[in-house]
């Protein structure tokens, strides 16, 4: 979508075609009539029936996917709205921004790097005055739309700038630069088709451009940054980057969602400055938090006794298994494989637990004969630190569908052996 697109998009015009759409059930097989009908009853180009669809599209995504509370009055192209948070990670982030705003002991100015159309800037309004920067026209026209729709525009404001660039050296910046006090930064995580890029350096732009803005003599009042990046980053490559943050992974209702990583005030804003690791799940209004800033206890290894118990994805990309098997009065059942074991159940919600039913090594003429004995009605299989697919697994079982009950087979290491649990899940 182009600066003109989003501009029809959001006109007077654009929103009540929109509202329209809104009363229409959008599939895959119904785009082309919708775009006949748009241009010839409504009488639009070509680009502007397109614009309209595009955000009626994004549009329902956003409501079924309960990203955003009020998605039906706000404004999305489907691959912005993929790139955005939802609401309860970034109201989580925002803590973190308010209890320093408050220390600070004045309003605040906050500048949200590669903005988008407007998820994050929005969320942090209500800590202070916030300016969008994105090189893309047309986000900045959805972003400015929905800070007006949420009744924010006076909070919020958008510039049209090259984010690599931005620094106290470009006079085209120079007289707002120094009024930033906060920070946040969220660089685009993949390619022109679409890939999702993993090294850090390869980012859009790349991670290393926040060194910049963390000297004083780019954003001299800079108290503290936030940088949102994949969840799978490669702590070795931010370490090689001489990046000194802590790194948060968050998950919600049990799927990881992304990594944030607090620089300078902000890293010990409300928590302990030692930590460097953090896991935080959001469950609903409850939250867990896991973090490294007593240390990693040293977790025994054992051979796997009653339960297993698999870790949220967020503690593991964390790095924090043994937090939560201290935690859990649970051991490890093997030093690299993020399993743990106890013989009595855990009702942590922190770790998703199955009972063992049979440990058999992998073989999978054995593994078929077991099931069938058990008449397993339904199979699920999971694999940690096993080269087997799942779904080929299944396949090559070619099981018949018994009368027993659902159970789960775990493919996975034990002191180095290719090893099948046979479970029912807890």
């Given at each position: 979508?182009?600066?003109?697109?989003?501009?029809?998009?959001?006109?007077?015009?654009?929103?009540?075609?929109?509202?329209?759409?809104?009363?229409q059930e959008l599939t895959e097989n119904n785009h082309l009539k919708i775009l006949t009908a748009l241009r010839k009853s409504d009488k639009l180009e070509a680009s502007e029936?397109?614009?309209?669809?595009?955000?009626?599209?994004?549009?329902?995504?956003?409501?079924?996917?309960?990203?955003?509370?009020?998605?039906?009055?706000?404004?999305?192209?489907?691959?912005?709205?993929?790139?955005?948070?939802?609401?309860?990670?970034?109201?989580?982030?925002?803590?973190?921004?308010?209890?320093?705003?408050?220390?600070?002991?004045?309003?605040?100015?906050?500048?949200?790097?590669?903005?988008?159309?407007?998820?994050?800037?929005?969320?942090?309004?209500?800590?202070?005055?916030?300016?969008?920067?994105?090189?893309?026209?047309?986000?900045?026209?959805?972003?400015?739309?929905?800070?007006?729709?949420?009744?924010?525009?006076?909070?919020?404001?958008?510039?049209?700038?090259?984010?690599?660039?931005?620094?106290?050296?470009?006079?085209?910046?120079?007289?707002?630069?120094?009024?930033?006090?906060?920070?946040?930064?969220?660089?685009?995580?993949?390619?022109?088709?679409?890939?999702?890029?993993?090294?850090?350096?390869?980012?859009?732009?790349?991670?290393?451009?926040?060194?910049?803005?963390?000297?004083?003599?780019?954003?001299?009042?800079?108290?503290?940054?936030?940088?949102?990046?994949?969840?799978?980053?490669?702590?070795?490559?931010?370490?090689?980057?001489?990046?000194?943050?802590?790194?948060?992974?968050?998950?919600?209702?049990?799927?990881?969602?992304?990594?944030?990583?607090?620089?300078?005030?902000?890293?010990?804003?409300?928590?302990?400055?030692?930590?460097?690791?953090?896991?935080?799940?959001?469950?609903?209004?409850?939250?867990?938090?896991?973090?490294?800033?007593?240390?990693?206890?040293?977790?025994?290894?054992?051979?796997?006794?009653?339960?297993?118990?698999?870790?949220?994805?967020?503690?593991?990309?964390?790095?924090?298994?043994?937090?939560?098997?201290?935690?859990?009065?649970?051991?490890?059942?093997?030093?690299?494989?993020?399993?743990?074991?106890?013989?009595?159940?855990?009702?942590?919600?922190?770790?998703?637990?199955?009972?063992?039913?049979?440990?058999?090594?992998?073989?999978?003429?054995?593994?078929?004969?077991?099931?069938?004995?058990?008449?397993?009605?339904?199979?699920?299989?999971?694999?940690?630190?096993?080269?087997?697919?799942?779904?080929?697994?299944?396949?090559?079982?070619?099981?018949?569908?018994?009368?027993?009950?659902?159970?789960?087979?775990?493919?996975?290491?034990?002191?180095?052996?290719?090893?099948?649990?046979?479970?029912?899940?807890?």
């Open positions: 979508m182009n600066k003109d697109q989003a501009l029809f998009a959001v006109s007077e015009r654009g929103r009540a075609l929109l509202d329209k759409l809104a009363l029936a397109a614009a309209v669809l595009e955000v009626a599209l994004a549009r329902q995504k956003a409501i079924k996917s309960a990203k955003f509370a009020q998605a039906e009055k706000m404004f999305f192209t489907r691959d912005a709205l993929e790139q955005a948070s939802g609401e309860k990670i970034t109201a989580h982030r925002r803590k973190r921004f308010q209890t320093l705003a408050e220390s600070l002991g004045s309003a605040v100015a906050i500048v949200d790097f590669c903005c988008g159309v407007g998820g994050d800037s929005l969320a942090l309004c209500p800590v202070g005055q916030v300016t969008g920067i994105d090189l893309n026209e047309a986000r900045l026209v959805l972003a400015k739309a929905n800070a007006t729709a949420l009744g924010l525009s006076d909070r919020f404001d958008a510039v049209c700038a090259d984010v690599a660039k931005f620094s106290s050296a470009n006079v085209n910046h120079s007289s707002t630069i120094n009024s930033y006090q906060l920070a946040f930064f969220d660089p685009g995580r993949r390619d022109e088709q679409g890939k999702r890029i993993f090294k850090a350096e390869a980012y859009q732009p790349p991670l290393s451009t926040l060194k910049n803005w963390l000297r004083k003599d780019e954003l001299p009042n800079l108290k503290g940054l936030a940088v949102k990046v994949s969840p799978g980053i490669d702590y070795d490559e931010l370490r090689q980057l001489g990046l000194d943050c802590e790194v948060e992974i968050i998950s919600e209702n049990g799927d990881v969602k992304e990594a944030v990583l607090w620089f300078a005030d902000l890293r010990s804003a409300g928590t302990d400055e030692n930590t460097t690791r953090r896991a935080t799940l959001l469950y609903g209004d409850k939250q867990f938090s896991f973090d490294d800033s007593q240390g990693i206890p040293k977790l025994d290894c054992q051979t796997p006794s009653r339960y297993l118990h698999e870790p949220d994805g967020a503690i593991i990309r964390a790095g924090l298994v043994e937090c939560l098997g201290a935690d859990m009065k649970a051991l490890k059942i093997d030093d690299e494989i993020a399993f743990l074991t106890s013989d009595n159940l855990s009702n942590s919600p922190c770790a998703r637990s199955f009972e063992i039913i049979s440990c058999l090594p992998f073989s999978l003429k054995k593994i078929k004969q077991e099931l069938q004995k058990l008449k397993a009605r339904n199979l699920t299989v999971k694999k940690r630190g096993s080269p087997i697919v799942p779904e080929e697994f299944i396949k090559s079982l070619s099981l018949k569908r018994g009368d027993g009950e659902d159970l789960t087979v775990i493919l996975t290491r034990v002191k180095n052996e290719h090893t099948a649990f046979i479970t029912r899940a807890i």
